[in-house]
Nanobody, 125 residues
Framework: QVQLVESGGGSVQAGGSLRLSCAASGYTYNSYCMGWFRQAPGKEREGVAAIFTGTGRIYYADSVKGRFTISQDNAKNTLYLQIYSLKPEDTAIYYC??????????????????WGQGTQVTVSS
């Protein structure tokens, strides 16, 4: 059973940066799609970035391209999301997710089976 624990959220002013971390354990498969999602109050959960561990291929939502960077540290079993130039509309709970995969990877929340508890990011103007 894959377990995911996010950290690194907080309250920041617009224009600031944050790095979110997701510590993963319990891997039993060769490759996974690992993703970051966010959910703002009253809105649906949306995928912002994902990485396929088998090849390192990366996917970003159009809304975050150029400001968000996803990366992984295989030695530490940790997934990261670096966020630059934070905006108030980035305020949300950010979740890490994983899905076993031989080739697929993407940003559709329904395709992921394993989820962390989330970490709150609040951006003030």
């Amino acid at each position: 059973q894959v377990q995911l624990v996010e950290s690194g959220g907080g309250s920041v002013q617009a224009g600031g940066s944050l790095r979110l971390s997701c510590a993963a354990s319990g891997y039993t498969y060769n490759s996974y799609c690992m993703g970051w999602f966010r959910q703002a109050p009253g809105k649906e959960r949306e995928g912002v970035a994902a990485i396929f561990t088998g090849t390192g291929r990366i996917y970003y939502a159009d809304s975050v391209k150029g400001r968000f960077t996803i990366s992984q540290d295989n030695a530490k079993n940790t997934l990261y999301l670096q966020i630059y130039s934070l905006k108030p509309e980035d305020t949300a709970i950010y979740y890490c997710a994983a899905q076993r995969s031989n080739w697929w990877c993407g940003l559709t929340p329904e395709q992921f089976n394993y989820w962390g508890q989330g970490t709150q990011v609040t951006v003030s103007s």
